[in-house]
């Protein structure tokens, strides 16, 4: 399986909401290669979504309804206006036949994450947010990988239990570099000793 990867030097070229999403998206969840910074994490968004991208809108009611370090504070009522706005912004992306496949996979990815929790004007529905997962997941996007082996496969979310393919997908996702699969990995071995 070929991992979709992201230079940060490249994104930061690009003035583009994809690039906004994705330098966001690294800064808040060390992917990439960067550490985590909540301040540019949330500069990236905004500046998507100063431009109405739908994965900045996303993300930046993803942050208020978890909260994003010591940087913004959880805001439920902030979270569904900004979440119920960017779902449908977000189907028209999908649907677009301009954008790029890579581009459309992690708009998708993002769709999982309304299943999965439960989002915006979205039901939680693990076995939806399972199937839209685990297409992103075998298209190579990275985040989407680690969640198969950390929260799907693991506790049996929209799938049953299968602690071989948790340790495959989470394995998968540590051998790529993402931090809180390897945090995940050393966590779950200590726990097995």
Do not use: W
């Not at 690039?19 to 990236?44: I, M, T, V």
């Not at 309804?65 to 960017?86: F, H, P, Q, W």
């Amino acid at each position: 399986m070929e991992i979709i990867k992201f230079n940060l030097s490249e994104l930061l070229k690009s003035n583009t909401g994809f690039a906004y999403y994705l330098l966001g998206r690294s800064y808040d969840l060390e992917e990439n290669g960067a550490e985590q910074d909540y301040n540019k994490a949330l500069y990236f968004y905004q500046k998507g979504f100063d431009i109405d991208y739908p994965l900045c809108i996303y993300s930046l009611g993803i942050s208020y309804e978890l909260g994003l370090g010591d940087v913004l504070e959880v805001d439920k009522d902030k979270a569904k206006i900004l979440l119920t706005n960017a779902y449908s912004k977000i189907i028209e992306l999908i649907n677009n036949p301009n954008i790029p496949e890579i581009e459309r996979v992690y708009a998708k990815f993002v769709t999982g994450a309304y299943y999965y929790f439960g989002l915006g004007e979205i039901e939680k529905d693990y076995s939806k947010a399972f199937e839209i997962i685990k297409e992103c997941a075998d298209k190579g996007h990275i985040a989407a990988i680690y969640d198969l082996g950390a929260n799907f496969y693991f506790n049996g979310n929209g799938t049953d239990i299968n602690y071989g393919l948790s340790d495959y997908y989470l394995n998968i996702a540590k051998e790529n570099g993402l931090k809180r699969a390897i945090d995940l990995y050393d966590s779950r071995n200590k726990m097995k000793k």
